[in-house]
């Protein structure tokens, strides 16, 4: 069993980040972070670079817990966020929500609740 | 000089400089992104044509044109993804200031340098055109079929990595600019009616570069995404100036006389000006490779200075020599414009008010891009989806427009997947497109001299012009193949090879 999480270099991935890490170290699990990207644009600042690679290894080490970072380019994040938990057998799946006024949910859609209804395991939901 | 001035003033008339803004914005904005050129823009705003004046539309072209130049750079500095051919060396050193904490100094060398090298070609481009319009116009028929045929053998043999490529892209754009009927046979037309008026320039510009091009993206949509370095507002300090100008005015001088030649391009000047800064770089030298700001400033001042030279033989003698210069081409064509010596006698206002805008072009490209840069920066988070379906949209509506008929959307698809095809197999677009302008002139230049010698071939070589424009050929032609039979020595790299080198030296 793995505690997954969905990873973005922003306040909402940082607030989930920290809580996926306390989950694995309570139910001493390997936890996997997922950031992945459509890659339909030249540039996504959703998409890690180096320096925060870097800086999230550096934070995984030091509370010492068992983690692996993809960074997987896809059709669809979502999907590919659900088909890695089922992939991994995940006990647990960390995502991070903010609001999003009712014209942006209407036009790019509300990945949380996808994520929510779509998800065969348990999932925990952080609000940054 | 009064024929500047009154350039200048019908080139601030609110309608005009409205134009050129909104040519400077577009062509900023398509030089930033990769894959969407200047020639595609100009391509896709043919249409436009139909209703805008000729001065106005040519204004807003050569600001894309302009303004591409300027676009590149910042996608060269900030990503290390040229947005443009012309800015391939750009990112040698570029992209490695900016990886220093330098992304700021590197803008504004590369934006100030283009301005001035913007500039001074401007002023050498009004210096040289009206001299070498007042000389060619009183060459023969003979003469113009010699230069066309040099500028047609430069495009295709000396750029581009293999020459069997590019004299196989150079027969299908000739093959497609004898479709018609206008010598008064049926060529090509396959006895379609809707063919017999030929293939409207428009429709193949459109389809080989924007259809082609979307395409191309499409079969390879998905990419990791980039790094982008951040920036704030692009500045120099006064030792960036001090190392700046020298390298600003060499690849200014490096990239005018290269545009202005008949294989124009802005890839061989940028690699000189890059190897000559290199060479003086003195006490900086061993920054080069990591960051050096001459080397952002020289090639930046040469691809700019090497757009303005570009436009010498396209105003003087109507010769395209880069892809851009082809469609706008085939813009001032569709006015009924002859572009050439004649120009300047029979539309004097139009072509002084084209020049004059360029000066504004250039003030407004510094004004935009200095403080905008980091603005420009976010245009690259666009989807490309977005962004190819809007292209496909405008281009399916830009052939439609050209006759209102349906067989024209048709046609467009089918050069659409040829210019994918020719991507896929790395047949280069440029010779095509100058193909199928120069074509048909070139044709006509033939019929005109072999007419006037009733039919007697060595007139061809009668004029003296003509017979040193041959012997460049012949040099072109064969001197690389000399050169690579004389023992001992190479003959001289292809462009590509040696700019892959220079990648290579700078990496390691």
Redesign the interface.
Known sequence: MTVVVGWTPDARGQAALLRAVHEAQVHDEPLLVVNA?????????R?A??AELAAIRALLDSHGVDAEVR?P???DVTDALLDITEEVDASMLVIGIRHRSAVGKLLMGSTAQRILLDARCPVLAVKA | MDALLTGLSMALTPENLLYAVVGVLLGTAVGVLPGIGPAMTVALLLPVTYNVSPSAALIMFAGIYYGGMYGGSTTSILLNTPGESSSVITALEGNKMAKRGRAAQALATAAIGSFVAGTIGTILLVAVAPTVAEWVVVLGAPSYFALMLLALVAVTSVLGSSKLRGFSSLALGLAIGLVGTSTGQARLTFDNPLLADGIDIVVVAVAIFAVGEALWVAAHLRRRPLEIIPVGRPWMDRKDWRRSWAPWLRGTAYGFPFGALPAGGAELPTFLSYITERRLAGEHRAEFGKGAIEGVAGPEAANNASAAGTLVPLLAIGLPTTATAAVILAAMQSYGLQPGPQLFEAEPELVWTLLASLFVANTLLLVINLPLAPLWARLLRIPRPYLYAGILFFAVLGAYSVNFQRFDVLLLCLFGALGFAMRRFGLPVLPLIVGVILGPRLEEQLTQALQLSQGDVSALWSEPVAVIVYVVIAVLLLGPLVLRLIPGKQGPERLEDEVEELEEEVRS
């Open positions: 990207s459509s890659g339909t644009a030249p540039v996504d600042d998409f670079g180096a960074q380019v896809v059709r």
